[in-house]
């Protein structure tokens, strides 16, 4: 990862955690860059799996199953702002500053988030192609991390916060609590 891209992701955080649903805070595991596929800095307009098919779809259906099982944070969020600046490499990134609504699973450290796609994010076409549409109430998935300064640092990846999509994320955590309850639980027994 090349370093001023690594800055562009560091999270500022402004305000306590008072709105995002009460959940602990820690970061997750360390970034994995195989784990940009599932968090690309960008957003899809998919706001009901039901309705696409074909090859696409598969892919669709893999890639939010990655989101959702290695997410640390899945939240229903409202972009506040939006903005266009330059990175440290002087490229063109987009910038969100987005409010935590609703805490679906994990945690944040604030109730503000701001996520950034740089040139150099592998989503950050999908930001520019549909900016338009880049208002209102997303589900975001979020991977935590410490860069190798031992900041906090993210990725993410934006999805329409449609009934159908909220619905079927909700189940698909839900099918990640029980696993990890039962491998808890399987762990448990093995000591």
Not at 91 to 101: C, F, H, I, L
Not at 133 to 152: H, I, K, N, P
């Amino acid at each position: 990862m090349r370093h001023g891209h690594a800055i562009g992701f560091t999270l500022l955080a402004t305000c306590a955690c008072a709105g995002c649903g009460g959940a602990a805070f820690a970061t997750g595991a360390p970034w994995d860059p195989k784990e940009s596929r599932f968090f690309d800095d960008g957003v899809d307009v998919i706001d009901d799996m039901k309705r696409i098919d074909g090859e696409f779809a598969y892919r669709q259906e893999d890639e939010l199953t990655g989101r959702v099982n290695l997410a640390d944070l899945i939240a229903e969020v409202e972009i506040a702002t939006l903005q266009t600046t330059r990175d440290m490499d002087g490229g063109e990134q987009k910038r969100m500053d987005v409010r935590v609504v609703t805490t679906l699973y994990g945690g944040a450290p604030a109730e503000t988030i701001t996520f950034a796609s740089g040139s150099q994010s592998p989503g950050h076409g999908m930001i520019l192609r549909y900016e338009d549409r880049l208002s209102g109430r997303f589900l975001a998935f979020v991977r935590w991390f410490e860069d190798d300064r031992g900041r906090l640092a993210h990725h993410f990846h934006l999805s329409p916060a449609s009934e159908a999509m909220k619905a079927d994320v909700q189940a698909r955590i839900e099918r990640r609590v029980a696993e990890d309850e039962k491998a808890a639980r399987a762990a448990k027994r093995g000591r």
